[in-house]
């Protein structure tokens, strides 16, 4: 069976939802176009989405275009919820990026962009808002072209643009603009076209098979508040998006893409099925674990419905997935889609306001990272506090009224701290062997601390996987990833590769009459008490260095304005580069330490008179310049080796 699963993705107020809401209405699942603002879209369906006006939680409406299901999927616009939006890319078939007539290509919109080509997933770009003051076409496909890709194709001829008469009417794209765009891309299609032998029919069959590769992109012109141009668009989507073949009778495979709970508190997984079907009362794989669906609902006709089964192409609703997390695979595993954003950058402790709802706080707290991976609650049990990371000051105040809302919790938060990491400058190793000082544990360990190749985390094998016990093993590598959210200055250690150069372990003893004896017997637990010792020798040896994530910003401000905006970014430790002119104005890029965007944010408007606009978005990280900072340790600390010894008898003692 074809189906499309087709996003819409935008910078924040592009329009995204309200282009939906049309997409629907031409589907003719609705009859009236919702509003945002008042809160009646289809696909905000939180009180908090609505009250706000802004999408938080990505959300699945189906309807049916040409003869081909279509499950299309409304994603957050604002940064701070990009984790929501990198959790669909995986999913989809093909996107339609939304632009803004007046604002052009924003921060946001670059992220999209290139997230969306690196996956290779086929898009069209939809220029929104042509009926508003100030919007643009000529400009805004030099922009297109200039921050995204060159390979664009313009589709319409707008009317009257920047008034309520603005209509967009498609037309072809002549051979001219598509032998342009594809210059590079198709070197039979050019020669075609300078020999004068370039057909029609040639022609589409080129646009459309370099639009499947991702490597160009139609751009329609439109409103989604007037509806000027959402045919057009709809006519893009049935000739350039065809969706993808799903195979019922292949073998189970799907993705885990969201998590939410239901009224009784259990959990509700979304995933896509790209082959196989599921029943209701099967048993199936997932992440790994075994579980029997208690209840399947399925997308249909912009609503949902009970089912007995799900098909492969589809997206659905099961219950009775147990402990289902987000990025579970359903059966066999389908193609990795690793991740593309940047992990957040900020960390706040979440104080509860009563003392006695700090249990209940850290449960919901929990919850809520079962529904987003990448708020990542950290429980620092010696000093009683609970903190989560953000992407942003906005996003805090929806977990805040989430928890008071869906939990009654009254919760207040403490200054929002800037999250670092650490990486390996050299190369260090420790080893320490069984039943020789100062080693008080039944095993032998030996590793090697040095960079890898990338910034993931690697572990690696010196010795034979047969040497000990796999047990033994996977206990000792689970410790090292652990040990690593903690470098010697606190911080998560990102880049690290860390090598088993010894092991060693003594068997299982008994005594005579046959009782384990435990004094003479390795247990995993040996392993999981000396690995982090180990590895923080090793780390001590090659040094880390302390990384702070860097923004890349971008400040549209009056001509009046810049000095006054060029000596505040100075004292922030932001690197601006040369100010580039624009009709009266001037644009300033550059980048700037995660710690000083929000205060930027604050101070811009009281220096520009309220016209200066910020776009950030998160660049890299590079070393600190200056006192380097700290995270207090939530744990028994390896670095002092004294303390971790007493540390580790306690916890053994009172377990």
């Known amino acids: 069976m074809r189906t499309l699963n087709l996003g819409i993705l935008a910078h924040v107020d592009a329009g995204k939802t309200s282009l939906t809401e049309r997409l629907l209405q031409a589907a003719g699942v609705i009859d009236e176009v919702g509003s945002v603002d008042a809160g009646s879209t289809r696909t905000d369906t939180l009180d908090l989405e609505r009250r706000r006006g802004i999408t938080i939680k990505s959300a699945v409406v189906a309807f049916d275009l040409a003869g081909t299901p279509v499950n299309l999927v409304d994603t957050p616009g604002h940064p701070d919820f990009i984790a929501e939006v990198e959790r669909v890319l995986g999913l989809l078939d093909g996107a339609v990026l939304v632009v803004s007539a007046v604002e052009g290509v924003q921060a946001q919109t670059r992220v999209l962009f290139r997230a969306l080509r690196r996956l290779g997933v086929p898009t069209l770009v939809f220029v929104n808002k042509i009926d508003r003051a100030g919007a643009r076409r000529d400009s805004i496909l030099d922009e297109l072209a200039t921050a995204l890709d060159p390979a664009l194709i313009p589709m319409d001829t707008v009317t009257a643009i920047g008034t309520a ?25 050019l020669a075609a076209y300078l020999d004068g032998t370039l057909t029609p029919a040639a022609l589409d069959a080129a646009l459309a098979t370099q639009v499947a590769r991702a490597r160009a992109h139609p751009v329609h012109f439109g409103s989604a508040i007037t509806g000027a141009g959402v045919a057009g668009l709809v006519d893009g989507i049935r000739r350039f998006l065809p969706g993808t073949d799903a195979d019922p009778a292949g073998p189970l495979s799907g993705t885990v893409f969201k998590v939410d709970r239901g009224p009784a508190g259990e959990r509700i997984a979304y995933a896509r099925l790209y082959s196989g079907r599921v029943a209701v009362r099967e048993e199936i794989t997932v992440g790994g674990r075994s579980a029997k669906v208690t209840g399947i609902d399925v997308f249909e006709d912009g609503g949902e419905r009970s089912s007995r089964t799900v098909e492969a192409g589809r997206i659905a609703k099961f219950r009775g997935l147990g402990e289902v997390r987000i990025g579970d695979p359903i059966g066999t595993p389908p193609r990795a889609v690793s991740g593309h954003f940047a992990p957040p950058t ?35 049990e010696r000093r009683r506090e609970l903190a989560v990371s953000l992407y942003g000051e906005v996003q805090k105040e929806v977990v805040g009224a989430t928890l008071a809302d869906e ?51 690697e572990f690696r094998l010196e010795v034979e996987l047969g040497s000990m016990p796999f047990a033994f093993f ?74 702070e994530p860097l923004h890349r910003f971008r400040i549209e401000l009056p001509e009046a304005d810049l000095g006054g905006v060029l000596g505040a970014l100075s004292k922030l430790r932001a690197v601006p580069e040369a100010p580039a002119p624009r009709e009266g104005r001037y644009v300033l890029e550059g980048t700037i330490p995660a710690t000083a965007v929000h205060g930027l944010g604050q101070r811009l408007p009281g220096m520009t008179r309220g016209e200066g606009l910020l776009e950030s978005a998160f660049e890299r990280h590079e070393p600190v310049s200056g006192p380097v900072p700290s995270r207090p340790r939530t744990d028994a600390n390896p670095y002092d080796r004294d303390a971790y010894l007493v540390a580790i008898s306690r916890r053994v003692t009172a377990g």
């Open 346 to 380: 900020l960390e706040t402790v979440v104080v509860p306001g009563r003392e006695e709802d700090r249990p209940a706080l850290h449960t919901a707290l929990t919850q809520l990272a079962e529904q987003d991976p990448l708020i990542g609650l950290r429980q620092d």
């Open 165 to 189: 008469r603005a209509a967009a009417t498609p037309r072809p794209a002549g051979p001219e603009t598509v032998a342009e765009a594809l210059a590079d891309l198709d070197d039979d299609l």
């Open 474 to 547: 996977k206990a000792l590598e689970e410790t090292v990833h652990e040990t690593l959210t903690q470098g010697p200055h606190g911080w998560q250690v990102q880049g690290c590769a860390v090598t088993v150069t010894h092991t060693g372990y003594w068997a299982r003893q008994s005594h005579a009459h046959g009782s384990f004896d435990k004094s003479m017997s390795s247990t995993a637990g040996d392993f999981r008490g000396l690995v982090p010792l180990i590895l923080a020798q090793a780390l001590d040896e090659a040094g880390t260095v302390v990384c």
């Open 407 to 457: 939990y009654g919790l009254d919760v207040a938060f403490r200054e929002s701290t800037v999250i670092c990491v650490e990486r390996p400058l050299g190369t260090g190793a420790a080893v320490e062997y069984i039943a020789k000082a100062p080693n008080p544990f039944l095993a032998t360990v030996g590793l090697r601390a040095e960079p890898a190749e990338s910034l993931d985390n």
